[in-house]
């Protein structure tokens, strides 16, 4: 196959604010900017389909490998307790938390399993020269799945859960942590080397379906588009509001030592850390748990709010905003995963266990709602007069 990096001249139009912009062949390291919204239209890599294939194999290797061994060792007042990656979602289902369970399953294993033998179905075929059955439709899902894949938060979280319980016991990184890191490292490489337009060109490239023969979307009106993704983020908003408030006032976890059960909230954890000493920790739990939900509400509520009254004013300090709230707010299911990483870890029965509190589940909602909403928002409303603008552009 031809390099998909020697993307030929195209018309591309911005995923952020509609406009349809020339993009010319890029060189190593060049990037193409939306002259309007500044967002990264593409970038170029040279061996950009050997260096994703290398990146994905080699995730998918270590991810099998993290699965075979120990994960963690807990020793506490003799008893020793070992867990490996598939015994953690065993034990969160086996006590009742199966919803848990199944966020863990899905955002550290299922979702980027998905995305990595996805990657390396379709390179190995284009690097035949052969069209992917299925091809567009599975990149696209690819594209949809990667916001959802949380290993290195996850990473962090188990690192925030050593630091919460080593002084309570002594902890030992099994074989399969490190398999873990390495495999994370490996992703996060992936990811960061795939482009969606030399992706869909090269998969345009070995299409052999005539044009007349493509499945054509059904195009809504704009107003009725208009109409329903202020609808829809108006209605995730709220509803995460709504689950914000029993996300902490309610524990979000239970520690029972010697028989006596010691419920803890979100804002009690940041406390408990701050008057232990640990203060960068504390720090990352307040700024992922409660700055970063509030904020992202609030953000999200006032670019609704300013899409539906036609405010023409501060775009670029809005679209600066909306990125911010899509990158950081999958950031705060740090918290959850801690609270995953220590069910998991500490169950020594009436001496020692910790439980998940009835805030973790309202936390996860706010979570995934918020990421919804900011998926729902139509970041193109906060622009107007595009036509005029694209005509000066790709004219």
């Known amino acids: 196959m031809s390099e998909y990096h020697s993307s030929k001249h195209s018309v591309e139009t911005c995923h952020e604010c509609g406009l349809r912009v020339a993009v010319p062949s890029l060189v190593e390291r060049q990037k193409a900017l939306c002259p309007r919204c500044g967002f990264v239209l593409s970038t170029c890599h040279v061996n950009a389909s050997e260096r994703i294939l290398v990146f994905a194999i080699t995730a998918l290797t270590f991810l099998a490998g993290s699965l075979?061994?120990?994960f963690l060792t807990?020793?506490?007042n003799g008893i020793e307790r070992k867990i490996d990656m598939a015994a953690s979602v065993n034990i969160l289902f086996d006590n009742g938390y199966p919803l848990l369970a199944i966020i863990e399953v899905?955002?550290?294993f299922?979702?980027?399993a998905v995305l990595l033998l996805g990657i390396v179905y379709l390179l190995f075929f284009l690097r035949?020269?052969?069209y992917p059955k299925y091809g567009h439709t599975i990149l696209h899902i690819l594209f949809v799945l990667m916001p959802w894949s949380m290993v290195e938060i996850f990473l962090i979280g188990v690192l925030v859960s050593l630091i919460k319980v080593v002084s309570l016991a002594d902890i030992n990184l099994g074989l399969s942590f490190y398999a873990y890191i390495l495999f994370s490292m490996a992703m996060i490489a992936t990811m960061l080397h795939m482009d969606r337009r030399h992706l869909f060109q090269a998969l345009d490239?070995?299409?052999v379906v005539p044009e007349q023969a493509k499945a054509t979307p059904i195009e809504k009106s704009e107003k009725l588009k208009t109409k329903q993704s202020i609808q829809h983020t108006w209605a995730l908003i709220i509803t995460s509001v709504i689950l914000y408030i029993p996300a902490n006032v309610l524990p979000i976890m239970n520690t029972r030592f010697l028989g006596q059960d010691e419920p803890s909230t979100i804002i009690g954890g940041v406390l408990l850390l701050w008057s232990h000493g640990s203060y960068p920790i504390a720090a990352v739990i307040f700024v992922a748990s409660i700055l970063v939900p509030v904020g992202k509400i609030v953000v999200l509520a006032w670019l609704n709010f300013s899409v539906q009254n036609d405010l023409s004013h501060f775009q670029s300090e809005r679209i600066g905003l909306y990125r911010m709230a899509e990158f950081?707010?999958?950031w705060s299911m740090v918290d959850v995963f801690v609270v995953i990483i220590l069910v998991s870890l500490v169950q020594l029965g009436n001496a020692m266990s910790i439980f998940p509190g009835a805030a973790t589940l309202a936390f996860s909602g706010v979570v995934v709602l918020t990421m919804?909403?900011?998926m729902s928002f139509d970041s193109t409303l906060i622009y107007d007069n595009k036509s005029d603008y694209e005509s000066s552009i790709t004219s």
């Open 128 to 130: 035949k020269g052969v």
């Open 205 to 207: 490239s070995h299409l």
């Open 68 to 70: 075979f061994f120990d």
């Open 74 to 76: 807990f020793k506490a």
């Open 372 to 374: 919804l909403a900011a």
């Open 110 to 112: 299922a979702i980027p």
């Open 328 to 330: 950081v707010g999958r």
């Open 106 to 108: 899905i955002t550290i």
